[in-house]
């Protein structure tokens, strides 16, 4: 089914089923420990050998000498591949540097060899007694040292590094009120509750991959890439999966090595990434610098912005593109943005939970803030009045909707917004009290994705498509989405995902998976209709689709008659047309924060948050409350925690578990809550809904951090907001 016109009315719209706040159909396998995840696959249970991989201890350089002979000695060792050994590799398009290194080292952890032994505890042991000698080389792990050398990257999937409209520099210089100020975000780990894990079998020359995977049809490529074998020889089954975050967008080392284990050991092979090897062996979110420049009016109205953003990444890699939402987020004739980036040796900078986004809003939103406090204005007042209904860099596109304003109104109302004081001036005891906004802002998008559905005589319906769960709740939107078009509950539907042998979905990534795979689904129910019409003589287009049965005049059939003779199949794809061009598809939100901060110590604690969000039709708004109260819960902990720790020296993550990297806890988070504006954008899609699970994070770190300076009167400008950054700026206590 093509998409290329603005939906009209459908079966979506009787929101029988949709837009139900629904229970996930697979919660009681999960919460049950019966869900099986990719290490926990059972069918090799009984041959399996593991797979313990060893990373490299250098950032830099080469491997001089590999000695392997006590590890072959060791008890239980079957087999041990290195990059000597395991012929020709290729790399995948997603990956940066490549899954099994050697003999050139691209970074720290980087993997050099898989140990294979008959239980796990042998091929840990063995891999201990791998000995390595290394050439190191000088690489270069500070971002604020190769600030200078950082260069203009080349484009990607369509984003220029540079935009200008009019004169930024004559604009900013003229205005009579402005702002410049920098601010630094640190390298983030996704930190996801699954570590990246997989098992290999083959059979001949056919690979099986049970896997932790977001996007199952890119990664089969990947694999088929890195290996040199035809796509049609790989499958990936990924049915379960604990958060991605994008670390698992990509194919990774467990999936290759697992592979390439299973070869030279001649039997199943599992392999888990340890959480103290997940830091540096995998991807993260890059640091970022932040340069930005507003300048507005004595009455408010910005008439010069600028945004500009250094990061670094290994050789190949890109940029984090953080001034992507200065771009559209607020009015101003003059403007422009840039983005640099420098060569660091680094482990792999890619993806994480809204790149871009993410920690752009933690610099605008932060520049708002203090715009608006140099206007005079009130932080929510300020953005309002410089709202654009617009693409500001393209005025003939319009926002098919933006209701970022009466997110914040609606948001300042819920919140008591009103009793904000002035910076340092509110008390609760010890605990100086602030509040913050932020808006929140993220594109949406779409992807094609493909679904076949079946109907058997008993009026079951069952769908198939290679979308992911990455514990957003695709398998319940899915099966909405189905309940709804064939007009039956949702006890009545059966979801099959994650498994490369069924019609290629939009995959889980970029907040484009519910939006996207539910159209699929649709698309595919559409047919599914038709033939089921067909089957029982009735026209197509009179036939209705509710309670369980089909009826059109006086003649009623149960749903599960049309496949009386045997069940019905019919499978179809969303295809995305040019909609998104013309118009633009983005999402909105605000967010409202209070914090405590103690006094004395300058301890802060986080004691309300509150997001209003726009983001198109909310398919389920259970499953989409957990997703936004997860990215604020994430937005916290980059706003207070999160940093992994460079060592400048010799190029690693120094905090490597989560011991060291600290994310926020139950304790950290006392009350949130997410109001959803209606909205129902029929230019999305035919379920005229958007993505909200990146959105949620989008802006809360600003929110933070402008709670804190309220609360104390002290500007902290690089992230995390630790307390040793701004104890010494403390009012004096009374
Ligand atoms: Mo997302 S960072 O595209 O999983």
Redesign the pocket.
Known sequence: MKFDTPATTNPIDRLKVVGKPTDRVEGPLKTTGTAPYAYEHRDFAATQAYGHVVGSAIAKGKIASMDLDAAHAAPGVLAIVTAANAGKLGKGDFNTAKLLGGPEIQHYHQAIALVIAETFEQARSAAALVRVEYTREKGAFDLAVALDTAVKPPAMFGTEPDTSVGDFAAAFAAAPVQLDQRYTTPDHAHAMMEPHASIANWDGDELTLWTSN?MIAWSVGDVAKTLGIGKDKVRLVSPYIGG???GK?FVRADAILAALGAKAARRPVKVALARPFMFNNTPHRPATVQRVRLGATKEGKITAISHESWSGDLPGGGPETAVAQTRLLYAGADRMTMMRLAVLDLPEGN?????GEAPGLMALEVAMDEMAEKLGLDPVQFRILNDTQVDPEAPSRPFTQRQLNKCLETGAEKFGWAKRGKPGATRDGKWLVGMGVAAAFRNNLNANSAARVRLSGSGVVTVETDMTDIGTGSYTIIGQTAAEMMGVPLDRIVVKLGDSSFPVSAG???QWGANSSTAGVYAACVKLREAAAQKLGLDPIDAVFADGKVKAGRRSFALGDAAKDGELVAEDMIEFGKLAEKEQQSTFGAHFVEVGVDSMTGEIRIRRMLAVCAAGRILNPKAARSQVIGGMTMGAGAALMEELAVDKRFGFFVNHDLAGYEVPVHADIPYQEVIFLDEVDPNTSPMKAKGVG?LGICGVAAAVANAVYNATGARVRSYPITLDKFIDKLPEIA
């Open positions: 977001q991605g975050f994008g967008l993806a994480m939970r809204a790149p889980s990534g970029g990146e």
